[in-house]
């Protein structure tokens, strides 16, 4: 893998290591970066993805951080009755009502951005509401979408194969891929989940919001 | 300016170029050419650049007409191209009449071809690169695979007397590749018996642009309840909880929650991405 690039461990486990991979990431885009190509973030570890790894490290010695800020943003969820609720019942012996009520009621923040475009990972969910992967991953044809895999709270942005449960549909874009920055959620920021009815779904969706212009 | 028609699309035909860094953060994976060698002599035999923008087809090539005198170079799988009805080589410089037709069929060796085109192509760039990503409808031509009726236009400033026929000396023969060398991933402590990743598998043919399914042994792993999602680059192995490897590609997600036990170095990885479904091979232990 040492052709690949440099894996990063963080000495403070207190500090959640994709602020520090989202620091990079802003020298990245601003074209501050000459040997450094990736930086890939994990709750455990970063990953740089470079070619010429010890120049990369150098880089990185010299990178001066600026400070990021939290916004807590609120998402509206249509839960859904799909199939995956009866796996999400036999893992954790909550029924889906229960399982949605206290989904409503965690502090849920952002732990980290990557797999696919737009796609989130947030932390929040108590011991025993946390489902195991499935085993193989099936197709979600849908954008825009709340599931629970793991440890991890997630939000789809695109279709893909996926290997969690989706458990609710959310009538906005998060994704743009025209600007800068293909997505606005941020490490830490915090999400308040809402949920709505189809109705409610339906008024969201006709009105073509994205996140950012519905949290405004 | 050069109007490059398509007449027949093929089965997941697009335009890829070197690819799209800096952006896995937000897991947009760097997408670009799957066969890096194969796409860069099409290029430096047309005289563009390494990473230029030129057309991928996967198993079965399109059909393209052209406009006005070109410069082109056909690399990579032999999809028995024809120029105006008749066999053309691969791994040269060709000269292309106005109004020629150049066909593709099936790949009789490996999965995927490139048609480089001498000049610069009229492919808009998103976030710095031209290559197709169309789990996400971006890039390349309108975010998708090509399509009958589609016209690509190319700035093409050439002088067609001038141009040498420049000959490529190496041709690969894929159907001879029988192993492909692999590292240990980070997790390959999970593996209950770490020789059965050294076995015999093949393609799925569900696999894609995104990863690959490989067929084979079922593979015993150790799960960590505790195991938390990982980053991903193309060529990393993962293993499914059922016991399935899955290799990840260009197109693939820049994190994942299956334990890594493999990794494909890069330059084997321009090999693995020629093996046809049906083609057996071996993952062997890197030996450097």
């Given at each position: 893998?040492?052709?690949?690039?440099?894996?990063?461990t963080?000495?403070?486990?207190?500090?959640?290591p994709?602020i520090t991979?989202q620091?990079?990431?802003q020298?990245?885009?601003e074209?501050?970066?000459?040997y450094?190509?990736?930086?890939i973030?994990?709750?455990?570890?970063?990953f740089?993805?470079?070619s010429r790894?010890?120049k990369?490290?150098?880089?990185?010695?010299?990178?001066?951080?600026?400070?990021?800020?939290?916004t807590?943003?609120?998402v509206?969820?249509?839960?859904?009755?799909?199939?995956?609720?009866k796996?999400i019942?036999?893992?954790?012996s909550?029924?889906r009502?229960?399982?949605?009520?206290?989904?409503?009621?965690?502090?849920?923040?952002v732990?980290m951005?990557?797999?696919?475009p737009g796609?989130?990972?947030?932390?929040g969910?108590?011991?025993?509401m946390?489902?195991?992967?499935?085993?193989?991953?099936?197709?979600?044809?849908?954008a825009?979408?709340?599931?629970v895999?793991g440890?991890?709270?997630g939000?789809?942005s695109?279709?893909?194969?996926?290997?969690?449960?989706?458990?609710?549909?959310?009538?906005?874009?998060?994704l743009?891929?025209?600007?800068?920055?293909?997505?606005?959620?941020?490490?830490?920021?915090?999400l308040?989940?809402?949920s709505?009815?189809?109705?409610?779904?339906?008024q969201?969706?006709?009105?073509k919001?994205?996140?950012?212009?519905?949290?405004? | 300016?050069?109007?490059?028609?398509?007449?027949k699309?093929?089965?997941?035909?697009?335009?890829?170029?070197?690819?799209?860094?800096?952006?896995?953060?937000?897991?947009?994976?760097?997408?670009?050419?799957?066969?890096?060698?194969?796409?860069?002599?099409?290029?430096?035999l047309?005289?563009?650049?390494?990473?230029?923008?030129?057309?991928?087809?996967?198993?079965?090539?399109?059909?393209?007409?052209f406009?006005?005198?070109?410069v082109?170079?056909?690399?990579?799988?032999?999809?028995?191209?024809?120029?105006?009805?008749v066999?053309?080589?691969?791994y040269?410089t060709?000269?292309?009449?106005?109004?020629?037709t150049?066909?593709?069929?099936?790949?009789?060796?490996g999965?995927?071809?490139?048609?480089?085109?001498?000049?610069?192509?009229?492919?808009?760039?998103?976030y710095?690169s031209?290559a197709?990503?169309?789990?996400?409808?971006?890039g390349?031509?309108?975010g998708?695979?090509l399509q009958?009726?589609d016209i690509?236009n190319?700035?093409?400033?050439?002088?067609?007397?001038?141009?040498?026929?420049v000959?490529?000396?190496?041709?690969i023969?894929?159907?001879?590749?029988?192993?492909?060398?692999?590292?240990?991933?980070p997790?390959?402590?999970f593996?209950?018996?770490g020789?059965?990743?050294f076995s015999?598998?093949?393609?799925?043919?569900s696999s894609d642009?995104?990863?690959?399914?490989?067929?084979?042994?079922?593979?015993?792993?150790?799960?960590?309840?505790?195991?938390?999602?990982?980053f991903?680059f193309p060529?990393?192995?993962?293993c499914?909880?059922?016991?399935k490897?899955?290799?990840?590609?260009?197109?693939?997600?820049?994190t994942?929650?299956?334990?890594?036990?493999?990794v494909i170095?890069?330059?084997?990885?321009?090999?693995f991405?020629?093996l046809?479904?049906s083609?057996?091979?071996?993952?062997?232990?890197?030996?450097?």
């Amino acid at each position: 893998m040492e052709d690949q690039g440099v894996i990063l461990t963080p000495i403070d486990q207190k500090r959640n290591p994709a602020i520090t991979a989202q620091q990079i990431q802003q020298q990245l885009q601003e074209k501050k970066c000459k040997y450094i190509d990736e930086v890939i973030a994990t709750s455990e570890e970063i990953f740089i993805a470079s070619s010429r790894s010890k120049k990369a490290i150098k880089e990185l010695r010299a990178m001066r951080f600026k400070k990021t800020s939290i916004t807590t943003w609120n998402v509206p969820v249509l839960f859904n009755e799909c199939e995956d609720w009866k796996k999400i019942s036999a893992e954790t012996s909550i029924t889906r009502e229960d399982f949605i009520t206290e989904l409503l009621q965690l502090k849920i923040m952002v732990q980290m951005l990557g797999f696919l475009p737009g796609f989130v990972y947030a932390e929040g969910l108590t011991k025993k509401m946390q489902v195991p992967r499935k085993e193989i991953p099936v197709a979600n044809r849908k954008a825009n979408v709340l599931a629970v895999g793991g440890p991890y709270l997630g939000v789809y942005s695109i279709p893909s194969p996926s290997g969690w449960y989706i458990i609710g549909d959310i009538p906005l874009q998060i994704l743009n891929l025209d600007d800068g920055i293909p997505i606005p959620f941020k490490i830490e920021d915090r999400l308040v989940l809402k949920s709505i009815s189809k109705k409610d779904y339906e008024q969201i969706f006709n009105k073509k919001l994205n996140l950012v212009s519905y949290n405004a | 300016m050069l109007k490059v028609k398509v007449i027949k699309p093929g089965i997941f035909t697009s335009v890829q170029d070197g690819g799209r860094n800096g952006y896995a953060f937000y897991g947009i994976p760097v997408s670009g050419f799957m066969d890096r060698e194969s796409a860069e002599i099409a290029n430096i035999l047309v005289g563009n650049k390494k990473t230029a923008t030129l057309i991928e087809m996967h198993h079965i090539g399109g059909t393209f007409t052209f406009s006005e005198d070109c410069v082109i170079a056909i690399t990579g799988a032999n999809m028995q191209p024809v120029l105006n009805l008749v066999t053309c080589k691969m791994y040269q410089t060709l000269l292309v009449k106005k109004g020629a037709t150049l066909q593709f069929k099936n790949a009789l060796s490996g999965v995927r071809t490139y048609l480089a085109i001498k000049g610069k192509w009229d492919i808009p760039r998103v976030y710095g690169s031209t290559a197709t990503y169309t789990y996400a409808g971006m890039g390349g031509f309108r975010g998708r695979t090509l399509q009958a009726k589609d016209i690509i236009n190319i700035k093409n400033k050439m002088e067609v007397k001038k141009t040498p026929t420049v000959v490529w000396p190496d041709l690969i023969n894929y159907l001879m590749i029988s192993e492909i060398e692999i590292a240990k991933g980070p997790e390959f402590s999970f593996l209950k018996n770490g020789e059965q990743l050294f076995s015999s598998f093949k393609i799925s043919p569900s696999s894609d642009r995104m990863g690959a399914i490989l067929e084979g042994p079922i593979i015993d792993i150790q799960l960590q309840d505790s195991f938390r999602s990982k980053f991903l680059f193309p060529g990393m192995i993962q293993c499914t909880p059922s016991g399935k490897l899955i290799v990840v590609l260009q197109d693939g997600q820049s994190t994942g929650g299956y334990p890594r036990v493999g990794v494909i170095p890069k330059h084997e990885l321009n090999r693995f991405n020629q093996l046809q479904p049906s083609q057996s091979f071996e993952l062997i232990k890197k030996t450097s």
